[in-house]
């Protein structure tokens, strides 16, 4: 029992002060749309932390996926799920020019390179104007709701470096899911 205490206290003391930062949430969320779709907005703040950040300037490839559902609110009934969408940000950096490399998953959105990592980190934390479901499948005066969650893809190093680079574990993150009620 003495033991497990003073590792515990071990563990606290030398754990980073990113390990009590603030969590990864969703924020801004916005629905609107067009005469065809629902279009989504949203950001992710506090998915940056400093190893992730170290890691991404050294080359390792980092994707964020975002996770979006829409359901169908029914009374005296189960939810249903209408419509159900994963988009994924991945980045990475090249060290010889460099430069940011951002490839995204919506909309045939073309990838982007950004010389500013303020900017690239930006782009892989926001979704603008996603086209997220036609509206003719959706029904008029229905409620709906929208929840939505990021999360980091599981970093996959080669030649068994995650043993080397141990670290890459303490920056997973996944947000807690984000709802958004609304009448179409």
Known sequence: ?????????????????????????????????????????????????????????????????????????RHHWFDKKESFLEVKHTIKYDNIKKIFYVVFTENDRKPEQFKEFSKAKIAMSELNGIAFTPLRQMTKGDRYYLRVKAKLEEVRLPLHLEYVFFFVSLWDFETDWFRQEFVY
């Open 1 to 73: 029992m003495r033991i497990c205490k003073i590792f515990i206290v071990l563990c606290l003391l030398f754990l980073p002060a990113e390990a009590f930062a603030a969590e990864a949430k969703v924020t801004d969320l916005i629905i609107t749309n067009t005469s065809e779709n629902l279009l989504v907005y949203l950001k992710v703040e506090n998915c940056f932390k400093r190893d992730m950040e170290e890691a991404i300037l050294a080359g390792i490839p980092t994707t964020f996926t975002f996770v979006l559902e829409l359901q169908r609110e």
